[in-house]
């Protein structure tokens, strides 16, 4: 069987090739228990995983591809004030988690409140730019919410009042 | 995505609508007192993004040479300040330069408006901050930052000097207090209600 197969279904036509690699599933990622033997595992029983020489995955380090001056169409509509949250409703099987580079874990783990692009990058020390393309890459491998359609400009009356309201609040 | 595990009730509880960003612009020249405006009202200290830009240097004409290309960082202060569980209000400090046409340009989209912040002894530094407010239409103010509770020119005198129209506050505030920084955004939001009034 496939790689495709043991990880409970093929990604959608043309996903697979969106996602930059070090996103991609791989059949051997850190933790995963053999399925098939215990009944404890975590992945589904099926058979066995397929041998490395099988996979049509990269197996070996993988490479952190984030080109300088990168900014495609799913990175411009995010600003700095863009909110992201986590996803809870994603897959959070320990063998998917570590297929996430450190930095993508911990943008996903900060999102548990919602965080602004411009706060992720600043508390993680990445720049700009790279924070946006993590942050997209992350978007399209479901792991967190990108809200950039939140506030309409031009501005209406009713949110700059609150926002005056909010600040003669203060003391 | 099993959803048998995860029925629709519990999605909507665990990935609740994220509060809604506004934010300000803190601009003006180097050392002024941004990133003391932003830290003098934000619910946390002041902290730092940078981005990089590549720009390309001199010889692009010249089909022999290499065009060189430099990268520069370019950081900003920034703070936000909870208004309430569906509302946070950041202020964005802009970088000094002027010639990061790109960072400004995504800086001010959908911003509710500016506060250009001038040291009263540099008045120079700001025409950068205020012409760009100018041209790209956004609502601004001009805040003259009074350190010791001394300026060096009055208010009348700034205005002339920096040539703003006649329409745009020109005051005075202190950078350190917190109520002063409010009232000097509270300034800015009447602009940019005025500014919503003017258009319906």
């Known amino acids: 069987m496939g790689a495709d ?32 033997s215990s009944s404890g595992g975590r992945v589904p029983a099926g058979p066995a995983p397929p041998s490395p020489a099988a996979t049509p995955f990269p197996t070996g380090p993988r490479p952190f591809v984030v080109t300088r001056g990168r900014v495609g169409d799913d990175v411009s509509d995010i600003s700095l004030e863009t909110q992201v949250t986590t996803n809870w409703e994603a897959e ?80 | ?83 309430d569980e569906t509302l946070k209000l950041y202020l964005f400090g802009t970088p000094g330069q002027a010639r990061f046409s790109f960072i400004w340009d995504d800086l001010a989209r959908g911003a509710l408006g500016a506060v250009v912040v001038v040291d009263s002894g540099r008045l120079d530094d700001c025409y950068p901050a205020v012409d760009y407010f100018e041209h790209a239409k956004l609502p601004f103010i001009v805040a003259v930052n009074a350190f010791d509770g001394r300026l060096a020119h009055d208010l009348a005198e700034v205005r002339w000097a920096l040539a703003v129209n006649e329409q745009v506050p020109v005051v005075r505030f202190d950078a350190r207090d917190r109520i002063s920084v409010r009232d000097t955004l509270i300034v800015l939001l009447q602009q940019a209600l005025e500014r919503v009034g003017a258009r319906q």
């Open chain 1, 5 to 36: 197969e043991y990880y409970g279904g093929a990604p959608r036509p043309g996903q697979a090739a969106r996602l930059p690699p070090y996103l991609q599933p791989r059949p051997y990622g850190g933790g995963h228990h053999v399925a098939g």
């Open chain 1, 92 to 171: 959070t099987g320990y063998g998917v988690w570590v297929t996430l580079g450190p930095e993508s874990r911990a943008i996903v783990a900060m999102c548990g409140t919602s965080v602004s692009v411009a706060e992720i990058s600043a508390r993680l020390g990445l720049h700009l730019g790279v924070t946006k393309v993590l942050v997209s890459d992350l978007h399209a491998a479901g792991r967190v919410f990108v809200h950039t359609e939140d506030v309409s400009t031009p501005f209406s009356t009713e949110i700059i009042l609150r926002v005056m309201h909010g600040l003669r609040a203060i003391s």
């Open chain 2, 1 to 83: 995505m099993d959803f048998a595990r995860y029925p629709d009730q519990r999605a909507a509880v665990r990935n609740p609508k994220p509060p809604v960003p506004v934010k300000i612009l803190i601009a003006g020249g180097f050392g002024v007192g941004k990133t003391t405006t932003v830290g003098a009202i934000s619910d946390f200290e002041p902290l730092t993004t940078e981005a990089e830009m590549t720009e390309a240097g001199i010889g692009i004409d010249d089909p022999g040479a290499r065009s060189e290309k430099h990268t520069t960082t370019v950081a900003m202060d920034f703070g936000c300040l909870t208004i």
